[in-house]
């Protein structure tokens, strides 16, 4: 009745009372969801000392288990139904698809979820899953419009799964990127996109396109990759998925780390939920490991041509390669705050560095001169009857301002997803290409002189001071906004993560300049030729051209650790923490 009410309510919403799959109260029971800590009595604890692999264990720290916790999520979601009243539902469906079915999305700001709904993406939500039937076999694209039934069995890839604590099936479907579709391609039922003049089209407004852009790309061909070629990685032994006793042995099973590039999002987590964080340490620290390795294999970085001398005070031409490695645009997913771009630097014998290009302001949270180089974003926004004006208010959008993030190989594109032209990547008739080829124009420092290194990099945010600063002003219904930017500032104001780079060796002071060739391509936060002089793989030093990334990063390559995130959380304001417990359900 709640879902009828709140969707019929308004015209505007006709769109979201349309969507198919399972709705509130259609269930017995509320569909007897279990949640998935239970799952970890026989799906989690490690094997034989590995909790790199089982279920629960590969999956209690990531942004899937976390997705209704994650605190940007709840401060984004005050501001859309603030926006809209109402479509925060709409909103808590792909955080908590149980929720929704349970009924639990209503009232729209989550304040009804209780320990399950919290489990965000948890095992139910996929492993009770079925497919749709005919004609939209085997599942709806977009939106969670998932199906459930009140069939309580465990659907999954084994054919031959046994077990007493409950009922198993057979449903080689799960694995299909088709699946992922379901919540990984989002749009707005009730807000249409315009093109470049302000026109409506009939598309209803893309805000998340990870799915088509794979979609169509050389990746979703046959013999490619799909999602879970790359998110969920494979086991190198064969191993069982439980551990009861005569539990089978599976082949290289995959675990469940959902990895992605959120690595702010994983940090904010364990800050605000120290209870859960605390719970589950080993599985936050895995999750923060392979999203760090993860970002590190999303894209290559090379010199195409360099000097391999210069006087000081010179002009240097330079063009750098950056290929995208990934099976959708780079970056992908959600568009607020998220962006990578290029930086060169120059370090001389003594481990100097100068940022000649992209470097970064930790103060303002700005790329210095960003339109100097290139930036892999997207900008939404909205028509305003004249023009269009970028936003921040993913509910309102309804303009693609740019869109300039790298496609993947085979890219075609349609409408909602074509690169927009401040970057040229081609076009659909003759292939869009999966790297961008960019060249810049440099000034040797004056007081720079002997055997140097040029390096090209690659760095990433998830999420930007500008945007938070967004979330906290524009919110006048809570204080998420303001808790999110405390924990920004606390945890470091997500500093840029070095994607890939690549290093060259340049003679400074010999009279002229020679051009070369690139050696090779740098990935994997390293490149070929002469190594990183910080022999940190090129994090930006703490002045004013950007922050030293170095200096808080332990052995395990986190920002931190672990341990240093339970210290920011302690050290936030009493009443603060307070605030965070009540509107997290938290229990630290």
Known sequence: MAFALLFTSSSAYAGLGDLAGTKPGELALGGQFAGADGCALCHGGGFAGDKTYLPHDSWAGTMMGNAARD????????????????????????????????????????????????????????????????????????????????????????????????????????STSHFCGQCHQVTNPIRTLRDASGMQTALEFPLDTTYQEWQSSDYAAPGGAGCIDCHLERAADDLPVATTPFAPVREKPRNHAFVGANLFGIQAVMATDVARANAYPDAFALALERTQKTLRSAARVELLEAPTNAPPGSSIDITVRVENLSGHKFPTGYAEGRRAWIAVVLATPDGEETFLLGGYDPASGEIVDASSTHVYRAQHGRWNGVAAEPAEDLARHDMILSDTRIPPKGFIGALGTFPTSEIDYGNMAEGFRHFDDASFALTIPSHVAGACTLSARV????????????????????????????????????????????????????????????????????????????????????????????????SSGTFGGVSALFVVALALSKRSRARLSRRYRLNS
């Open 459 to 554: 760095y990433y945010q998830p999420i930007t001071r500008k945007y938070v600063e967004h979330l906290a002003d524009a919110n006048v219904t809570d204080a998420s906004g303001q808790e999110l930017l405390e924990v920004y500032d606390a945890l470091g104001a997500s500093p840029p993560e070095l994607v890939a780079s690549h290093d060259v060796s340049i003679i400074i002071g010999d009279e002229g300049q020679t051009s070369s060739a690139s050696s090779g391509a740098g990935g994997d936060g390293g490149g070929g030729g002469t190594a990183p002089t910080n022999g940190a793989g090129g994090a930006l030093p703490m002045d004013a051209r950007g922050c030293d990334c170095t200096a808080a990063r332990d």
């Open 71 to 174: 605190p940007i999520f709840r401060a984004a979601l005050a501001i859309a139904n603030q926006d809209e009243p109402g479509i925060g539902t709409f909103c808590l469906r792909c955080h908590s698809p149980i929720a929704f079915v349970r009924g639990h999305a209503t009232p729209p700001d989550g304040s009804a979820f209780d320990d399950v709904d919290m489990q965000g993406i948890g095992c139910d939500t996929c492993h009770r899953a079925v497919t749709s039937g005919p004609p939209e076999a085997p599942y709806h694209v977009a939106n969670a419009q998932i199906v459930y039934t009140n069939d309580l069995h465990k659907r999954g890839p084994y054919s031959d799964s046994s077990v007493p604590i409950h009922e198993t099936a057979f449903d080689p479907a799960l």
